[in-house]
């Protein structure tokens, strides 16, 4: 079963359907899609994506945790100091822990 989380950047007016194997994914697998499927990763400034819920405007901080299917989030592409955002974390495979249902 796959799941699709929807997703829109902050600027933006429409949300994006992500395919991603499972019914949940790990934040930092959501954030690594998004990366991939906007070719964020072709520059080399560095940055961090802050993301949130879009119905209950929850944060979303811990990269391990899960998101279920259906999921509606909003993308923020902040700054980062240099090897410390999310391209960095990407190169290094650098994610809290594997958790339940990360291989899913």
């Known amino acids: 079963m796959s799941s699709t989380i929807l997703y829109k950047f902050r600027a933006s ?3 994006e359907a ?3 194997p499972g019914s949940a994914a790990r934040l930092f697998d959501v954030k690594k899609a998004i990366v991939k499927a906007n ?3 072709a520059g ?3 940055f961090d994506l802050a993301v949130r819920n879009a119905d209950t405007n929850e944060e979303y901080a811990n990269e391990s945790m899960l998101l279920p299917r259906g999921t509606r989030i909003i993308v923020q592409r902040l ?3 240099k090897g410390q955002g999310f391209l960095a974390r990407m ?3 650098e994610h809290a822990g594997g958790g339940v ?3 899913a």
Do not use: I, V
């Open 91 to 93: 190169a290094r495979n």
């Open 79 to 81: 700054p980062a100091l």
């Open 44 to 46: 080399s400034m560095e």
């Open 39 to 41: 070719k964020l990763d």
């Open 101 to 103: 249902g990360a291989g």
């Open 13 to 15: 007016s429409t949300f």
């Open 18 to 20: 992500l395919p991603l």
